[in-house]
């Protein structure tokens, strides 16, 4: 693709790959602290920040359609199901952070992800698993239970429940890291995500209805100023540049940077939210992030997922 024809996400991904992968970390980061700021229930906050980020990535979706075409109809129908899988991950994550609190939430999430992601794989494409995961994994595993707050009386039942489903939130996004690596549409990174959206807020909104209560619609001046923000920075921004700079940053920095998600979602509830966490949980949480940059950082093969590009790899992708 010459430069002159990319789009202008890509464009600024290639000037500066890693800047651009910091910067929209921080960006995805953001989301669980905002999440708690608004005050609207998960139901609520999922609608509008995946309704809101569809109908904003409609203009770049007829951009691409009129610039390289239509995307490939196999390409279609499994960024469907990706946003069916990813539906289910918000539909347990987003109650997460409003149970767990917002530095929790995003910890065990990209934890879970990073573990999850490596052994589907080894499991079910034979690809090799590099020594660094089989020691960092289980002594970083330690650190969700000094994040649950048990030992030191910090946690309670909403903490559990809320570590449980952020947990499995990171197993049924896994599902989605799995199926995006077997896509093949670069020009149409905009029409990929819009596809995603849509279909997250189909399947989440029902789903959050019956098990977190109902939509709100007539939304406060301030609650759809946070609506906009959350779909705006993260949703639409945090997502476009992470996806265009990734295979752009080498893998093992890439998973150094990565950690911005995370430790910006700590940081930020620390300073906008007020959340405290315990030293032990403090700790926990330095134990799993230290587990996900030694996985991260192990040297490994490329991810095939059973397709025939040797160019293809699974790359940790934007959590939350």
Known sequence: MALQRRS??????????????AVASVLVGLVSPFITLSGENATTVVFF??????????????????????????????????GVCFGVDMALWTPSVLLAGPSVSAV??????????????????????PWMFFVAAPFSL???FLLSGILDGAGGSDLIRGIILSALAGLTYTVYVVLTGRTNSPHHQGTAMAIVCLVTTVVST??????????????SASSWGWMILIALSSQVLGW?????????????????????????????????????LSTLQWLGAIIMLLGIFLIGRAPKRRYRLGIKRPSLRIRRRPVA
């Open 8 to 21: 202008l996400v890509d464009k600024i991904a290639v000037a500066s790959p890693r800047g651009t992968l």
């Open 206 to 219: 029902p789903l959050l209805i019956v098990t977190h209560g109902p939509l709100t619609l007539a939304l």
């Open 142 to 144: 330690g650190g969700i």
């Open 108 to 129: 065990v999430v990209n934890y879970v992800q990073a573990l999850a992601v490596p052994l589907v794989a080894w499991i079910f494409f034979r690809n090799r698993v």
């Open 240 to 276: 476009l540049f992470c996806q265009a700079s990734m295979p752009l940053v080498n893998p093992s920095v890439a998973a150094t940077l990565i950690l911005i998600q995370p430790l910006s979602a700590i940081i930020f509830s620390a300073v906008l939210v007020g959340e405290r």
């Open 49 to 82: 920040r995946f309704g809101l980020a569809f109908l904003t990535l409609l203009p770049m979706v007829v951009h691409e359609w009129r610039q390289y075409g239509p995307m490939r109809r196999t390409d279609l129908l499994l960024y469907a199901v990706c």
